[in-house]
C-alpha cells in the first residue's frame, strides 16, 4: 500500500530544497504549484473561471494568464486570494488526486504530496502523515526578501498571507529544521526515511 506523505512549509523555509532532496532520491513528488499551473494553461477550465470572474484584464492576448498582476492583486487584497483559491482549488484538488493515483497504482511505496497551502486547503485528511519543513519567522523573512528582492513590508506582506509557520510547526507529524544549512537539512530527512522503512528509488519509472 502506498504511503502519502505531504510535505508543506511556508513561503521561504525550504520546502522546495526538501523536495528536490526527495526527487534525487527516486521518489515519485506530486507538486501542487505545476498542478496550479495545469488548470489554467489555454483552455483549461481554471483560466475560463479567472476570466469570468477577474475579467480578460489578467488574460495575455495569447490566452496566457498574467501571472504577475494577478500575484499583485492577490498578494494586497484577502478577499481576491480567497476568492481566487475557490475558484482553482476543486482543479487543482483534482489533478493532485490523479496524479497521486497514477504513482499508486504503478507500485511507489512512497509518495510525496508537495503542497504549499496544504493545511490551509484541507489536503492533511488525504496524507497518512504530514512534514513541515521549519524556520524561524526571523529567518524566513531575511530569506524571502533576499530571493525576491522585496521589501521588509512586502516580504511581511506576503507572510501573512498564510499560516504562520510556528502554528504549521505544531500541527506536523514530522518536523524538519531548515533553519541552518542544506547538509543538516538532508541529515534529518535521510534519518526519517531509515527509520521508516522506506528505500531510495522504490520503483524505476
Same mark, same amino acid.
Given at each position: #500500500?502506498?504511503?502519502?506523505?505531504? %510535505?508543506? /512549509?511556508?513561503?521561504a523555509t525550504g520546502k *522546495? *530544497?526538501? *523536495?528536490?532532496?526527495? &526527487?534525487?532520491?527516486?521518489?515519485? =513528488? ?9 488548470? !489554467? ?8 473561471? +479567472? ?7 489578467? =488574460? ?18 484577502? @478577499?481576491?486570494? &480567497? ?23 504503478? /507500485? ?6 508537495? +503542497?504549499? %497551502? ?12 504530514? #512534514?513541515? !519543513?521549519?524556520?524561524?519567522e526571523s529567518v524566513q523573512?531575511? @530569506?524571502? #526578501? ?12 506576503? +507572510?501573512?498571507?498564510? =499560516?504562520? +509557520?510556528? @502554528? ?6 514530522i518536523l524538519i529544521d531548515? /533553519?541552518?544549512?542544506? *547538509? ?22
Amino acid at each position: #500500500m502506498t504511503f502519502h506523505l505531504g %510535505l508543506t /512549509g511556508s513561503i521561504a523555509t525550504g520546502k *522546495s *530544497s526538501v *523536495s528536490k532532496h526527495f &526527487q534525487s532520491l527516486g521518489y515519485p =513528488i506530486v507538486d501542487a504549484d505545476l498542478g496550479s499551473r495545469a488548470v !489554467v494553461e489555454p483552455g483549461q477550465p481554471g483560466l475560463e473561471a +479567472i476570466r469570468e470572474h477577474f475579467g480578460e484584464d489578467y =488574460i495575455f492576448p495569447n490566452q496566457t494568464i498574467n501571472r504577475k498582476k494577478i500575484g499583485q492583486l492577490i498578494f494586497a487584497d484577502d @478577499r481576491a486570494r &480567497q476568492e481566487l483559491n475557490q475558484l482553482l482549488q476543486p482543479h487543482i484538488r483534482q489533478w493532485i488526486i490523479q496524479e497521486a493515483q497514477a504513482y499508486d497504482a504503478a /507500485g511507489h511505496e512512497l509518495v510525496v504530496l508537495d +503542497i504549499p %497551502l496544504l493545511y490551509e486547503e484541507g489536503y492533511q485528511e488525504d496524507c497518512d502523515q504530514v #512534514m513541515v !519543513v521549519y524556520c524561524s519567522e526571523s529567518v524566513q523573512l531575511e @530569506r524571502l #526578501m533576499a530571493r525576491d528582492q522585496l521589501s521588509e513590508g512586502e516580504a511581511f506582506q506576503r +507572510i501573512c498571507s498564510q =499560516i504562520s +509557520i510556528e @502554528r504549521k510547526a505544531e500541527w506536523a507529524d514530522i518536523l524538519i529544521d531548515n /533553519g541552518r544549512d542544506l *547538509s543538516y537539512t538532508y541529515q534529518q530527512l535521510d534519518a526519517w526515511l531509515g527509520i521508516s522503512g522506506f528505500r531510495p528509488n522504490p520503483v524505476a519509472e
